[in-house]
């Protein structure tokens, strides 16, 4: 199990904005959507974009490269040609701390 990572603080990260940070090795996404935090792996799983720099519709990730869809809250597919979820990292906050865990092979 790996440890929690503080990779932002709360006051870097405004309502709709998403930021690419480091947590082991691997690039993850977090998103502040109205005030609630998650961390997403930073590739879609269609075929390897980068998440984070799509376009935020609500909580909602747009693909740029071929336009699926997902749910930042829960990773899940909303629309195609993606089928397979994003991965949600475990994240809590912390005295306005953001922390994230690799809990990928827990
Ligand atoms: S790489 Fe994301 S939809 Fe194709």
């Given at each position: 199990?790996?440890?929690?990572?503080?990779?932002?603080?709360?006051?870097?990260?405004?309502?709709?904005?998403?930021?690419?940070?480091?947590?082991?090795?691997?690039?993850?996404?977090?998103?502040?959507?109205?005030?609630?935090?998650?961390?997403?792996?930073?590739?879609?799983?269609?075929?390897?974009?980068?998440?984070?720099?799509?376009?935020?519709h609500?909580?909602?990730?747009?693909?740029?490269?071929?336009?699926?869809?997902?749910?930042?809250?829960?990773?899940?597919?909303?629309?195609?040609?993606?089928?397979?979820?994003?991965?949600?990292?475990?994240?809590?906050?912390?005295?306005?701390?953001?922390?994230?865990r690799?809990?990928?092979?827990?």
């Amino acid at each position: 199990m790996s440890d929690w990572l503080n990779v932002a603080s709360t006051d870097e990260l405004k309502p709709g904005e998403v930021k690419v940070v480091d947590v082991d090795g691997t690039d993850v996404a977090l998103f502040n959507i109205a005030d609630e935090y998650f961390a997403v792996e930073d590739v879609c799983t269609h075929d390897g974009a980068e998440i984070a720099s799509g376009c935020i519709h609500g909580d909602v990730i747009e693909c740029p490269r071929h336009g699926a869809r997902f749910s930042i809250r829960t990773g899940e597919v909303t629309a195609p040609p993606a089928y397979e979820p994003l991965h949600l990292f475990a994240l809590e906050v912390r005295a306005e701390q953001i922390f994230v865990r690799d809990d990928r092979w827990d």
